[in-house]
Nanobody
Framework: VQLQASGGGLVQAGGSLRLSCAASRSIFSIYIMGWYRQAPGKQRELVATITSGGIINYADSVKGRFLIPRDTFKNTVYLPMNSLKPEDTAVYYC??????????WGQGTQVTVSS
């Protein structure tokens, strides 16, 4: 599966951005899709994921601020991010896990939150 991420940018603290991740196949065939991020000097960490059955998982640091809706017709998962903080600055990676086929990553998209 190919993943095309978009939507990063520069925003002031308290602002909003929305990331998009378009998959090259039906997202119902993808067991888990979601987002990870990696800040400079830090390990890649989970941000939010959604299973094909609609079960959602958020990192504690983004609960109440980020969502992970999906558009099954467009095979796209989104990451609307609100109340952004400087510590949200990172490269965000779209992620997909398929049973029996492993893990796939999209290209990263930079999110920079200025204070």
């Amino acid at each position: 599966v190919q993943l095309q991420a978009s939507g990063g940018g520069l925003v002031q603290a308290g602002g909003s951005l929305r990331l998009s991740c378009a998959a090259s196949r039906s997202i119902f065939s993808i067991y888990i899709m979601g987002w990870y991020r990696q800040a400079p000097g830090k390990q890649r960490e989970l941000v939010a994921t959604i299973t094909s059955g609609g079960i959602i998982n958020y990192a504690d640091s983004v609960k109440g601020r980020f969502l992970i809706p999906r558009d099954t017709f467009k095979n796209t998962v989104y990451l609307p991010m609100n109340s952004l903080k400087p510590e949200d600055t990172a490269v965000y990676y779209c992620y997909a896990f398929l049973h029996g086929d492993g893990t796939y990553w999209g290209q990263g998209t930079q999110v920079t939150v200025s204070s």
